[in-house]
């Protein structure tokens, strides 16, 4: 691999996980607190609202992006109203990547963490309360920590979704290598204009990514599993 393809490889993976990891805190933090609201929480319109964060998982990641453009683009409904006061857009910048690729996993994340939520004993948390601890510490210190495995599950799932965005960031952010161009969108630009060397090594190291993320919480999941029976 010569220099220039290390550098024409390296843009687009600093890229994918920058973005990724961006998204990933944010929809964790998000995700997390939805999905706890989704499982104990009764509210108007529950059921509507848990209908339309599942869109992104059934809909074409195109249709997706979309909509991010009608809503974010330059003459969207937020989109034009964010360019009338500060001159800036955020379509086609590597922050339109961050914002896809946090659409298409949040789902993934609520999901998983609504079903970490449902299966803590609602007991725990009831004695919790019943101790005088307030809703958000018992949150914190019962119900978080019993679910961590679950949650952690979504955190990868996402990360993993994020990194592997194509359609929607490719309708959203464009296709600007250095600037856009993410590891599926640069597989795909590189697939069409014939490099398919370049292709090979992206899609390698994808793959390896990946798989040494989702490696390392299995083990780091049986390891909280070891810990927890040398505890008792």
Known sequence: MTISTLETVWQPLRLSIQVSL???????LTGTALGYALSRKDFFAKDVIDAIITL??????????????????????????VYNWTGWTI???????????????????????????DSVNPELENASLLLGKGEIE????????????????????????GIGEFGATLMLAGN?????????????????????????????????LS???????????KRGVDISKGLR
């Open 22 to 28: 961006i998204s990933t805190i944010l929809v964790a």
């Open 138 to 161: 018992t949150v914190l210190k019962v119900t978080l920590p019993l679910a961590w495995k679950g949650l952690l599950a979504g955190i990868v799932l996402s990360f993993a979704r």
């Open 211 to 221: 798989l040494s993320v989702i490696y390392a919480t299995i083990r780091l999941s």
């Open 91 to 117: 379509a086609f910048t590597w922050q339109a990547a961050a914002v896809a690729s946090f659409v298409v996993s949040f789902p993934l994340m609520a999901k998983t963490a609504r079903a970490a939520v």
């Open 176 to 208: 600007i290598p250095g600037k856009t161009a993410t590891m599926p969108v640069a597989i795909y630009s590189a697939t069409q204009s014939g490099e398919y060397q370049l292709a090979n090594y992206l899609v390698v190291i994808l793959t390896i």
């Open 56 to 81: 992104p998982m059934v809909l074409p990641p195109t249709v997706t992006g979309y909509y991010l453009i009608l809503i974010l683009g330059r003459r969207g409904f937020l989109g034009e109203i």
